[in-house]
């Protein structure tokens, strides 16, 4: 705060953003300089573009008339002066009227090679750029495929001290199993859930391939629901997160992120949820999972249709054929377990609650149900995925 006037050393916070105003001299000049600055510097590029100069300083190859022209060799040509030599600087017409000898009025066509020297660098430069621009174009809607899963780790408090899961190793020994399904599979992008902060630790320390969102950031809610994704397929360009209610209707804040290939420049959007299940602990949360199912569906399709780009959801829903029904009603997210929802909803068959979905412009095989021992009371599913030719 500003100093008061009996305390002329004590010292002064200046906001930054806040600055003096400017002495006269320095103001804003009048409205005419800046153009008259722009076309001086327009006419100096031309200029030099172009090679417009006269006498020995100016430039080789300029445009002139008679004795400045050049013939591109560097060695000046002079006109021919024997008629000034000879002292035969007149001639008579017809009429007897005196006339002088006058240059001609249209540039020499000496000059022209440096025209169309510059005309033709102009030209290449044209194509090149031309040629990079369709190289971006055609590397950013060609198809691009990788492997997604979903995975729900089994929170450390369940095997820990007190925990419900007493027959399952501790978290330490379970992650290393889990990490070892991710690589087994070849996993490049992975929605978690009951991801604790003990987990999140491991699996950053020991999975360093893969960069997460939205880490521990968010505080120890959030953290259940991290996106990972393979450092070296991908960089992250965008993240949000999106209010889902849990049991008994608490908000927690759960992941939406946009990825980047770094081989195509194909984006692509991730989000990554858990609604909450029916237990004696929690009780029945049927109301909160539709509302949460609402939220996340509506959220994710306008997403798909206001930016054009593929969504993907993963996450434990703890329903089959309700959210299979609910997801693919619209018609624009497919599961990558199969089914379909044309005419009726046909849910596939050997339904998890854990589910991967896609917009239109997806393609999923190779869809697969991966048992993981005792890393957790969940199985992992992940699929193959290609981003389909944009256009």
């Known amino acids: ?60 190859g300029s445009i002139g008339l008679g004795s400045q022209s050049t013939d591109g060799s560097g060695q000046r040509d002079h006109a021919d002066t024997s008629d000034l030599e000879s002292g035969d600087d007149e001639t008579e017409e017809g009429d ?23 005309v033709r660098r102009f030209e290449a430069a044209q194509r090149r750029l031309a040629e990079r621009v369709n190289k971006q174009l055609a590397r950013r809607t060609q198809p691009f495929s990788f492997r997604v899963a ?53 699996f950053n320390a020991r999975a360093g391939e893969y960069s997460l969102y939205p880490g521990l950031a968010m505080g120890d809610k959030s953290v259940r629901f991290n996106i990972a994704w393979r450092s070296s397929m991908f960089q992250l360009v965008d993240a949000h997160t999106l209010s889902i209610p849990y049991a008994g209707g608490s908000r927690i804040e759960m992941p939406v992120v946009l990825l980047e290939s770094i081989s195509t420049g194909r984006r692509a959007w991730f989000a990554n949820f858990h609604n909450p299940a029916d237990t004696p602990n929690l009780g029945n949360n049927g109301r909160w999972r539709s509302e949460a199912a609402g939220i996340e569906i509506s959220h994710l399709t306008a997403l798909h249709q206001e930016q054009g780009l593929p969504v993907f959801a993963t996450g434990d829903y703890n329903e ?28 596939p068959s050997g339904m998890q609650v854990d589910w991967i979905f896609g917009s239109a412009g997806i393609s999923f095989d190779s869809y697969a149900v991966t048992g993981v021992g005792k890393a957790s009371d969940h199985n992992m599913v992940s699929s193959g995925a290609t981003l389909l030719p944009a256009g």
């Open 1 to 60: 705060m500003p100093a008061s006037a009996g305390s002329r050393d004590q010292k002064v916070t200046v906001n930054p953003r806040k600055f003096p105003a400017l002495p006269s001299a320095v103001r804003t000049p009048p409205v005419w300089v800046v153009p008259a600055v722009v076309v001086a510097i327009v006419a100096g590029l031309l200029w030099f573009s172009f090679g417009v100069g006269s006498g020995p300083g100016g430039p080789q």
């Open 96 to 118: 007897g009227a005196k006339k002088t000898d006058e240059p001609s009025a249209e540039p020499s066509s000496e000059t022209s090679p440096a025209l169309e020297r510059s």
């Open 150 to 202: 979903s995975f729900n780790l089994l929170g450390d408090s369940h095997t820990g001290p007190g925990g419900n899961k007493p027959g399952f190793p501790d978290g330490s020994p379970r992650m290393d199993m889990a990490i070892s399904a991710l690589r087994n599979n070849g996993v490049d992008v992975v929605g978690f859930q009951e991801m604790e902060a003990s987990q999140y630790n491991m």
């Open 320 to 347: 089959r054929e309700e959210i299979f029904c609910r997801f693919t009603a619209g018609g624009v997210f497919s599961a990558a377990a199969g089914g379909s929802n044309s005419g009726g909803c046909l849910p």
